[in-house]
């Protein structure tokens, strides 16, 4: 699988952005889609993720829940994360990446498969 994320930008606190991530392969619909960020000098951390197939169960980090949503189209093998409310500590590089077999409980970045080259968000106050 091969993950391609776009949409990032440079938006104003408060403001909000759509970010995408298309996917290659005819299997999409099987794994676990997951998004995660990383700011200059931080660890990569787990934004939230979105269950196989129908995409009926999501996860959040706490930082993010209520603000951001994260939905998938198999159709178009792509994923998304709309993202709402953007505050300046949003800022960061963003990444989606997929699982297979793995459950929307797994936020730790080594237990995903693939991953896509990283979208800048940037949230200016």
């Known amino acids: 699988v091969q993950l391609q994320a776009s949409g990032g930008g440079l938006v104003q606190a408060g403001g909000s952005l759509r970010l995408s991530c298309a996917a290659s392969?005819?299997?999409?619909?099987?794994?676990?889609m997951g998004w995660f960020r990383q700011a200059p000098g931080k660890e990569r951390e787990f934004v939230a993720a979105?269950?196989?197939?129908?995409?009926?169960?999501?996860y959040y980090a706490d930082s993010v829940k209520g603000r951001f949503t994260i939905s998938r189209d198999n159709a178009k093998n792509t994923v998304y994360l709309q993202m709402n409310s953007l505050k300046p500590e949003d800022t960061a590089l963003y990444y989606c990446?997929?699982?297979?077999?793995?459950?929307?409980?797994?936020?730790?970045?080594?237990?995903?498969?693939?991953w896509g080259q990283g979208t800048q968000v940037t949230v200016s106050s």
């Open positions: 990446a997929a699982e297979l077999g793995g459950s929307i409980w797994d936020t730790r970045p080594d237990k995903y498969d693939y």
């Open positions: 979105i269950s196989s197939w129908s995409g009926f169960r999501t």
């Open positions: 392969g005819r299997t999409f619909s099987q794994y676990v």
